[in-house]
């Protein structure tokens, strides 16, 4: 007989397992995971160590699947008894509310530029799934910018996306195209041959687009090429002199930037015109701009399918938690669909 998944929260160096109902979100695409747990207190006491900004664990019978903080503390009394409600979300909770600190700094790489966002905001377990740390030859950060906003433009000039994994490291990477499917999830017509309870399959053309072009600039880097003219203070001056006139002036700058620059991308199953445009402001080179034009275009036509599927138990068939970046093999005969899908 198998043993049942238990769901355990870690709180104060106790363990909570008997919840009337819990939800755990685990979602790639969204910046902190949240979850829900109520619970009966038969003892009719509550938790002293249940207070919000708490640390917690949760864990799938001997499986952290998450690491956060309680956002939300409910305490309920009634003639039933005491109900305690907790709610929160993950780690990266902190860098979605939080702004990120204010600094310029040139010449870091994607390492070093996250470390620099998130540190000071207790984020100390990163890992970079990505190969070629080329530097980044300015960062800039406004005052206010969130922590995670920042976090994301870093990553997006390098195609690259943040997420949290469940012991609480933060992974900056994307999704691996060679991992083989954990699983295939059948709807058929015929009796026994499905393996899911429900299968909804939704497409939508809103935030699609035809063609998507990203505008930006480079700001002046030293020693582009650029001529150079030696002026000779010594020499008497002639007439009125201008230093932004004459040919022998024009690109006497050692810094040149780049105001002009963009990149566009099509999706072919767009049926008709649809344009977008997106300002990016100062990035590196053409490089990072076909970069962040490539990820944009790739969230719009994510944003245009969606296909949710309910199981029975959190786990695969192998016996494998359910998580994000998973591969799946969706079989369905109603809606037609045979294809390898990203959790």
Wanted: hydrophobic letters at 35%; a negative charge; charged letters at 25%.
């Amino acid at each position: 007989m198998p043993t049942p998944d238990d769901i355990t929260l870690l709180l104060g160096g106790r363990q909570y397992s008997q919840w009337q109902r819990y939800r755990i979100d685990s979602d790639f695409l969204k910046g902190a995971d949240a979850w829900q747990l109520q619970l009966g207190l038969p003892d009719q006491v509550f938790p002293v160590d249940a207070v919000r900004g708490a640390p917690v664990k949760v864990k799938v019978r001997d499986e952290v699947v998450l690491t956060g903080r309680i956002d939300s503390v409910r305490r309920d009394v009634s003639r039933k008894g005491l109900v305690l409600q907790l709610s929160g979300r993950d780690l990266a909770a902190i860098l979605v509310d939080c702004a990120a600190p204010i600094f310029s700094a040139r010449q870091l790489t994607l390492d070093e530029g996250i470390a620099a966002i998130v540190r000071p905001l207790g984020i100390t377990r990163i890992r970079i799934q990505a190969q070629g740390m080329t530097r980044h030859d300015s960062i800039h950060l406004e005052p206010g910018e969130r922590a995670w906003d920042a976090l994301v433009k870093l990553a997006s000039g390098r195609g690259l996306w943040p997420w949290m994994d469940p012991d609480g490291t933060l992974v900056i990477g994307g999704p691996d195209y060679t991992a083989p499917p954990v699983a295939t999830l059948v709807l058929s017509r015929e009796p026994g041959k499905s393996n899911v309870m429900s299968l909804s399959d939704t497409r939508n053309i809103q935030g699609c687009y035809s063609e998507l072009t990203v505008l930006a600039q480079s700001h002046a880097l030293p020693g582009e090429g650029e001529k150079f003219a030696v002026v000779d203070v010594s020499a008497p001056l002639e007439g009125d002199v201008s230093v932004d006139d004459g040919p022998d002036m024009a690109d006497t700058s050692g810094e040149t930037g780049h105001y002009n620059r963009s990149h566009t991308e099509h999706d072919p199953t767009v049926p008709y015109y649809r344009p977008q445009i997106i300002i990016t402001g100062d990035i590196d080179n053409r490089q990072q701009l076909e970069y962040k034009a490539r990820k944009a275009m790739a969230d719009a036509r994510l944003s245009g399918l969606d296909i949710i599927a309910q199981v029975s138990g959190h786990r695969t068939p192998s016996g494998e938690l359910w998580k994000p970046g998973q591969r799946v093999r969706v079989v369905s005969e109603p809606h037609g669909i045979d294809a390898v899908y990203f959790l």
